[in-house]
Nanobody, 122 residues
Framework: QVQLVESGGGLVQPGGSLRLSCAAS????????MAWHRQAPGKERELVAN???????NYADSVKGRFTISRDDAKNTMYLQMNSLKPEDTAIYYC????????????????WGRGTQVTVSS
């Protein structure tokens, strides 16, 4: 059973930093793509940053220059370094991964973590 588990959320003051982690486990053959999404109260879930297996990265305009996404394939883990945090960054941050479980002939499936709370407040 594939699981994605986020960690590293918490309460920080504006201008502070947090580093989120997402660890994937459970019969993983390969991870094609990983991403961080977030959802603030009363708002739609939005893409924060994405990184594929080749290292291609995309960021939402709202976080570009402040956040850095990375992945460690040996550990099946993704990270999000968040600097210069703003109150509008407050949200539940969710890990996403497209994972192939059964080998080269297997299709990929989408998985989501349960989220980690990030609160930016003075």
């Amino acid at each position: 059973q594939v699981q994605l588990v986020e960690s590293g959320g918490g309460l920080v003051q504006p201008g502070g930093s947090l580093r989120l982690s997402c660890a994937a486990s459970g019969g993983i053959f390969s991870i094609t793509s990983m991403a961080w999404h977030r959802q603030a109260p009363g708002k739609e879930r939005e893409l924060v940053a994405n990184i594929n297996s080749g290292g291609t990265i995309n960021y939402a305009d709202s976080v570009k220059g402040r956040f850095t996404i990375s992945r460690d394939d040996a550990k099946n883990t993704m990270y999000l370094q968040m600097n210069s945090l703003k109150p509008e960054d407050t949200a539940i941050y969710y890990c996403y991964a497209r994972i192939r479980r059964g080998g080269l002939a297997s299709r990929g499936y989408d998985y989501w973590g349960r989220g980690t709370q990030v609160t930016v407040s003075s």
